[in-house]
């Protein structure tokens, strides 16, 4: 049994420290994800499988665009060219188009496991290569009448338009863009050239920094591309991990729900099994101490049935704070609510307290104001709460001390309820364990003080589900205030008398 009671020891502590290297890891990665998004030193990741994914996406999308432009172009340039040859160009620049369109129709069909990098890189090339090389061929076409500057410029536009979409078109890959554009800007350039004109020796130049300034544009596009691919990616990431510490969390609330209902089911059954020899502990120890069936010869014996009775009242009283505590955790306990009055409450808890403070020769002095309306709450829990904060004065209060309690108004229309003594007091930096659950201050401790440490949790509890606040006030050798409030709302005033007479008319006056 012993064994047994180990190992599963161990296993849960094997779970426990599983779980928190679970959590610091989640914890790490999202603060890693994090650093690197707002970094501008990232990782470098060239994403060239995303990028060919952006660069067929967008080839497939400028479908029927490309054929429009290349039509206008045909149309215009009729004036100058043969239709005949113009009309060849443009089914044959088409047709290459088209063939760069299936390409990468067949790459977006292909499954993602078979599309290897370097095959399907070199198709996009040689696709783009030849769509530029089929948009050169215009510009070597023969002119059938005499072209003016008119011509010159028509041609330089449309290198300028073509350069342009195909930089936008294939801006995601380095390698297509410049064999997509670079030979109809070489080509039009060697055709400025040949003319003697400063105005082609003009327009050749801007040819040649217009190549260049759509390459330097295309490198930028890249770089956004990959920035964009980038924090895409660690968005991805992120809410991957993320879900991992969604699950983690719900799993280990799962796990908390089930523990707590195995602790209330635990406390109800230990309940039950423990209250029933208490009680028969309780009676016969009580019947032994006031020798009810005849004396005690041997006084030992009598002093030994009184600590019985002492003791077993001391765990059955431990046994039924824990039990209201857990029952107010789980949210099972419910307030029997109606009209009181406070400090009819006070005065009952005082009367029950005075054998102890007489005891310890104590004053318990009360003070209330006048008028108070009653309050709507549950009497039990608040005589519990009254009882708990009066005992617990008393029993820190020397010899020959004071306690005085207090009833009145706040300043927002409730009611507070103010209890003082001028016992040792609580250091300040122990007043948050001593509301805690089982904790207890140095002063106690010192003292030996018989306690269960679970009188101000369940206080504490029993006030805010009247909507109230509890605050204990307190230091080292000036005493100990504990003062609790109930809201306005709960504050039943007076109401006037409501007149039973019906009014009457003017004519019944009359």
Not at 191 to 211: D, R, S
Not at 242 to 248: D, G, Q, V, W
């Amino acid at each position: 049994m012993g064994n047994d009671t180990r190992n599963s020891s161990g296993q849960k502590t094997e779970i426990n420290r599983q779980r928190a290297q679970r959590r610091r890891e989640v914890a790490r990665t999202v603060r890693d994800v994090r650093t690197r998004i707002g970094s501008k030193d990232n990782l470098p990741n060239d994403f060239e499988l995303e990028r060919q994914h952006l660069f067929a996406d967008t080839r497939i999308n400028s479908a029927f665009a490309v054929p429009m432009l290349a039509l206008i172009v045909a149309a215009i340039s009729s004036l100058w060219i043969h239709p005949g040859l113009v009309g060849v160009w443009f089914i044959f620049t088409v047709c290459l188009h088209m063939l760069a369109v299936a390409t990468c129709l067949a790459y977006e069909k292909t499954p993602s496991s078979r599309r290897r990098l370097r095959p399907w890189l070199r198709r996009f090339m040689l696709s783009d290569l030849l769509y530029g090389v089929s948009w050169a061929l215009f510009f070597v076409l023969p002119k059938q009448n005499p072209a003016g500057d008119g011509f010159v410029v028509f041609q330089f536009a449309t290198m300028l338009i073509v350069v342009a979409i195909n930089t936008m078109q294939s801006a995601t890959l380095p390698r297509a863009l410049l064999a997509a554009t670079l030979p109809v800007s070489l080509t039009v350039t060697a055709t400025f050239l040949k003319q003697p004109e400063p105005i082609h020796y003009t327009l050749a130049a801007m040819a040649i920094g217009a190549q260049g300034f759509f390459f330097i544009l295309g490198n930028q596009l890249i770089k956004n591309a990959n920035t964009m691919l980038e924090y895409r990616a660690e968005k991805d990431h992120l809410i991957a991990e993320l879900e991992t510490a969604n699950a983690l969390s719900d799993e280990s609330r799962r796990r908390a729900e089930e523990a707590n209902l195995a602790k209330s089911r635990f406390l109800a059954t230990m309940s039950h099994e423990l209250r029933t020899p208490l009680n028969a502990i309780l009676g016969f120890s009580e019947v032994m101490k006031d020798e009810v069936l005849g004396p005690m010869h041997n006084s030992n014996y009598k002093s030994y049935a009184a600590d019985i009775h002492s003791s077993g009242a001391h765990l059955l009283h431990l046994i039924n704070e824990i039990l209201d505590l857990s029952r107010i955790e789980a949210g099972r306990h419910e307030l029997q609510e109606e009209a009181v009055y406070l400090q009819d409450i006070i005065e009952e808890c005082c009367n029950m307290m005075q054998i102890r403070a007489k005891a310890k020769e104590i004053s318990i002095l009360e003070s209330h104001e006048d008028n108070l309306p009653r309050v709507w709450g549950d009497e039990r829990a608040l005589r519990q709460v009254i009882l708990n904060l009066l005992s617990n004065a008393v029993k820190f209060t020397p010899l020959n001390g004071t306690v005085r309690i207090s009833l009145g108004r706040t300043k927002q229309g409730g009611q507070f309820v103010s209890i003082r003594d001028n016992g040792p007091g609580i250091p300040e930096e122990e007043i948050p364990v001593v509301l805690q659950a089982f904790g207890q201050g140095s002063v106690a401790i010192q003292s030996a003080e018989p306690g269960t440490g679970l009188g101000l949790s369940i206080v504490q509890a029993l006030i805010n589900m009247h909507g109230g606040n509890f605050d204990l006030r307190s230091r080292l050798r000036e005493g100990t205030e504990a003062m609790f409030t109930l809201p306005k709302e709960r504050i039943m005033e007076t109401m006037p008398a409501y007149d039973m007479q019906p009014r009457q008319t003017g004519r019944q006056r009359a």
